[in-house]
């Protein structure tokens, strides 16, 4: 199993960016997917989810109405748009893939650091 996100970088509050991760190794319909986010000194927090079809999605209260997560099968990839971003959205994000066998044998990709300040 890989994941390997992209899409990170410096954006100044307000702005826009989207992050992209590339999933293979596994039958990325399958499985429904996520977008999470880590700052120094906290815990991983959830931020937006998929189901496998990409019909149902669900996300954290701080980013409702800002950020929109969608995949697509052909291509094996789930995106996460984020939009009118504030400084408090600046942490890693990570893609993960869960695991039948419960959250700690869950698939992460390396992280992509998103960063917003003026």
């Known amino acids: 199993v890989q994941l390997v996100e992209s899409g990170g970088g410096l954006v100044q509050p307000g702005g826009s960016l989207r992050l992209s991760c590339k999933a293979s190794g596994f039958t990325f319909s399958m499985y429904d997917m996520s977008w999470n986010r880590q700052t120094p000194g906290k815990e991983r927090e959830l931020v937006a989810a998929?189901?496998?079809?990409?019909?149902?999605?669900n996300y954290a209260d701080s980013v409702k109405g800002r950020f929109t997560i969608s995949r697509d099968n052909a291509k094996n990839t789930v995106d996460l748009q984020m939009n009118s971003l504030k400084p408090d959205d600046t942490a890693v994000y990570y893609c993960?893939?869960?695991?039948?066998?419960?959250?700690?044998?869950?698939?992460w990709g390396q992280g992509t650091q998103v960063t917003v300040s003026s």
């Open positions: 998929i189901d496998r079809a990409g019909a149902v999605t």
């Open positions: 993960k893939r869960p695991s039948r066998y419960g959250d700690a044998f869950a698939y």
